[in-house]
């Protein structure tokens, strides 16, 4: 299972950007939960959001709660994240992660395919 992430950049504090997250059609059909985690330099990786197969369950960690929208299109078999009002803190490579099981999880080890990361960084 081969996840391929895009849209990462360089954009100003407040700015926007999205991310994109696709796999192959055949394996998106298997895949349930999808989430994206992030790690900036010296820390450890920690969950961002994460989205149920048909979308209508999401969950954000509160760092990034009312900023950040997980959504996904299945006929597109691609997972987005919308990040917007974007702080420095934010700065960090992004990782997309699915997962064959259907709850949703903050834990990475609950993820069984991860993509190679999209580095993002906000300036001040």
């Known amino acids: 299972v081969q996840l391929v992430e895009s849209g990462g950049g360089l954009v100003q504090a407040g700015g926007s950007l999205r991310l994109s997250c696709a796999t192959s059609?055949?394996?998106?059909?298997?895949?349930?939960?999808m989430g994206w985690f992030r790690q900036a330099p010296g820390k450890e990786r920690e969950f961002v959001a994460a989205?149920?197969?048909?979308?209508?369950?999401?969950y954000s960690s509160d760092s990034v709660k009312g900023r950040f929208t997980i959504s996904r299109d299945n006929a597109k078999n691609t997972v987005y994240l919308q990040m917007n009002s974007l702080k420095p803190e934010d700065t960090a490579v992004y990782y997309c992660?699915?997962?064959?099981?259907?709850?949703?999880?903050?834990?990475?080890?609950?993820?069984?395919?991860w993509g190679q990361g999209t580095q993002v960084t906000i300036s001040s």
């Open positions: 059609g055949r394996t998106f059909s298997l895949l349930n939960v």
């Open positions: 989205i149920s197969r048909s979308g209508g369950n999401t």
């Open positions: 992660a699915a997962r064959f099981g259907s709850l949703m999880s903050t834990r990475q080890a609950s993820y069984d395919f």
